[in-house]
């Protein structure tokens, strides 16, 4: 049964995600997540998942892969297999680094036919500030959300 008062936000989210790529913000996004209304996946490499940190229960499809980001070319199909094991309907929120590389991967999922799919805002780690360096003024950790390092 879908929770009615939980609608305005998962429909402001989808027009976000036709205008720009489905920016959701972190706080939101963990507050559906925390209460079971969406599917967390994280798209990072393997590596940054483990030395940065990662969100507690997040599934892991890598969007690339390695140090060289080399773009992982069965992103769609595993994400597609991740999907067909959840309830459905499912929300997905892709979480990267800064919000760009999860932008793309919701982009190439709503391409392929997966509905359902966004990407969260401002990422794992947030964007660079005027010193080059991030987790300063956005970003899921800067907000104070759940995370875990290896």
Known sequence: ????????????AAARATADGGTFPPRQAWQLVREGRALLVDVRTAEERK??????GSAHVPWAT???LARNPR??????????????????????RS?????????????????NVLNVG??????????????RFNGWR??????IQD
């Open 1 to 12: 049964m879908t929770d009615l008062s939980l609608l305005p936000v998962l429909q402001q």
């Open 51 to 56: 030395f940065v940190g990662h969100v507690p």
């Open 66 to 68: 390695g140090t060289a």
């Open 75 to 96: 992103f769609v199909r595993e994400l597609g297999a991740l999907i067909a094991k959840q309830p459905q309907p499912v929300t997905v929120l892709l979480i990267c």
């Open 99 to 115: 919000g760009k590389r999860s932008a793309l991967a919701a982009q190439e999922a709503a391409k392929a036919g997966l509905a």
């Open 122 to 135: 401002e990422g794992f780690e947030g964007d660079l500030d005027d010193a080059q360096q991030r987790g």
């Open 142 to 147: 800067f907000h104070g959300l759940p995370w």
